[in-house]
């Protein structure tokens, strides 16, 4: 384990870590300027600032479905094909060798293959440590617009909420108004109809049919 401290120790907090049984993420804070390992962690210490990742020299490209264009996202950081070209062969060669093939076995056969192509092993590690950066960067800026769009909706929301609220109160207090208006009316109608039926219902309809100023009512539909 003291190797892979001191391994840890020379590489950037934006490094992703993981435990070497399960294979998954470690949680939790990582060291200044270093990565820490599954029994490295330390809850009760809080977490240390995040470095810096490096500003894009152009617009990177969107994911849409998550989907990311990496390519697209190393040149967007500034790492050009033949760097790319770089990390890629180092990867293609480990890939190819045997699932069972001892680490320093391993090293040997890649080293050796690079430098037969010509490769330098430096110019490896610096691309791929841009290309590192340029991930890291990328998650930044999609976690700072995704909370940006976020921000905006939810208060798009509340918006809409209150005015929903607000149309629902004016709604309830134009019912309200109605059925007062209902009642007022009514109450008022059963008063002059005191008064019409003291004149009787025959005299009434011969008023309302002969007067060019009463609508006769229509009647009642048969069911």
Known sequence: MSEKKGWGSTVLGWFVVQDEGSGEPVSGPLPPGGVRFADDIDESKPPAPAPEAPAFVKA???APGGKVDFPGVFEAAGVDEEE???VKKAADLLNSLPAGTEPAVKKQI????????????EKIIE???QEIQAL???IRTGSADTQKVAEEAQKRIADQEEEIRRLRKVVEERISEQQGVMR???DKKLEIQKVLEFFGQEAVARVVKDS???VEPAPPERK
């Open 136 to 138: 890291e960067g990328y």
């Open 110 to 121: 890649v080293e050796a293959s690079l430098t037969a192509f010509g490769v330098a092993i």
């Open 127 to 129: 691309a791929g440590v």
């Open 60 to 62: 990177p490209p969107s």
């Open 84 to 86: 790319q070209g770089r």
């Open 212 to 214: 060019p100023k009463l």
């Open 184 to 186: 007022a009316c009514n």
